[in-house]
């Protein structure tokens, strides 16, 4: 299961699989139960986490007493990693959504492999400056964009990472609630209820016992108007 997970991973998968098995032996495996915690928001960074298996949150939580899912983590998915890097606390924590197992490698042994392999470094950049491009998206779509567009994008965005397809639509297969879709874009559950309500009305996305299918073709065209 960890050489899957690496090969999945952005930054591993360009590594040989002769580095790769080499490697592998440095990682550790670890299964959580839904809701269980991987590590908390303030913990010490001594762990680099990738996703091998499920679906991981990652969240911060407000002053307030809210919680708001930063972004949803699966399978090759790397989380932790600059505060590893920088060696500071979690500035977020990162909780299963349901049964989920996780590789992990110690600050030290990444650091170690990041020297041997300079190619590592160069993917590293790349993938954080996607972050960062990603981040910066998204605190625009926030800002400027009304709440049944930055729900819509969500939507399309979770259907493109991690979506199923199944006839005409993408299938989420994994439980996603109106709380923590409202949580994602910054609205209230209220709201978010109404928005996917209109959003099933018109045929754009539907439900499935708790999963969520998005039918591709009709958000982009609402989008587009």
């Keep these: 299961m960890i050489i899957e997970a690496l090969k999945k991973n952005n930054i591993f998968s360009s590594l040989k699989n002769d580095e790769l098995q080499k490697i592998a032996k440095l990682f550790e495996k670890l299964n959580f139960k839904n809701n269980e915690y991987i590590f908390t928001e303030g913990d010490p960074s001594e762990w680099f986490y990738i996703t091998a298996q499920g679906k991981i949150k990652i969240v911060k939580h407000t002053i307030m007493g809210k919680d708001i ?66 981040a910066h998206e998204m605190l625009k779509n926030i800002a400027t964009e009304r709440v049944e567009k930055r729900i819509a994008l969500l939507l399309l965005k979770l259907s493109e990472k991690i979506g199923i397809e199944t006839g005409a639509y993408k299938k989420l297969d994994f439980s996603l609630t109106r709380q923590e879709i409202a949580e994602m874009v910054g609205t209230t559950v209220e709201t978010c209820i109404r928005t996917i309500s209109k959003f099933q009305k018109e045929g754009m996305v539907k439900s499935s016992g708790n999963r969520i299918l998005i039918k591709i073709d009709s958000l982009k065209k609402f989008l587009e108007s």
Aim: charged share 25%; net charge neutral; glycine share 4%.
């Design 69 to 134: 899912i930063l972004e949803i983590m699966s399978a090759g998915d790397m989380f932790g990693g600059i505060a590893v890097l920088d060696n500071k606390p979690y500035p977020a924590s990162a909780q299963a959504m349901e049964p989920a197992t996780v590789i992990r490698i110690s600050r030290k042994n990444l650091l170690r492999i990041l020297d041997e392999y300079q190619i590592l470094k160069l993917e590293i950049v790349k993938y954080f400056s996607d972050r960062l491009r990603d």
